[in-house]
């Protein structure tokens, strides 16, 4: 069975730093492309970042670039979001999920609540 595991959650202020991780379980970490995702409330859900299962490639979301970084350690499985210079409209569930490639996920986790505070 194939879980994915977010925690690192939390409120934090404006400005500040959280770092998230996500740990797998059931699949082998480097054969996937591993994906961020978020959904404030009354937003639909978007992509925050994804590093291909291909090439380790990472892709970020033009709201994110240059504050967001994601680093992975395959040996563990686990995959960090590094959250900098965070902002309100950073709040939101934050998820992690795997699949064949950045475009197709197939696997997630439940989520860890971020709250940015002013």
């Known amino acids: 069975e194939v879980q994915l595991v977010e925690s690192g959650g939390g409120l934090v202020q404006a400005g500040g730093s959280l770092r998230l991780s996500c740990k797998a379980s059931?699949?082998?970490?480097?054969?996937?492309?591993i994906g961020w995702f978020r959904q404030a409330p009354g937003k639909e859900r978007e992509g925050v970042s994804c590093?291909?299962?291909?090439?380790?490639?990472?892709n970020y979301a033009d709201s994110v670039k240059g504050r967001f970084t994601i680093s992975s350690d395959n040996a563990k499985n686990t995959m960090y979001p590094q959250m900098n210079s965070l902002k309100l409209e950073d709040t939101a569930v934050y998820y992690c999920?795997?699949?064949?490639?950045?475009?197709?996920?197939?696997?997630w986790g439940k989520g860890t609540q971020v709250t940015v505070s002013s």
């Open positions: 590093i291909s299962g291909d090439d380790g490639s990472i």
């Open positions: 059931g699949l082998t970490f480097e054969h996937y492309a």
């Open positions: 999920a795997a699949g064949p490639m950045c475009t197709i996920m197939g696997y």
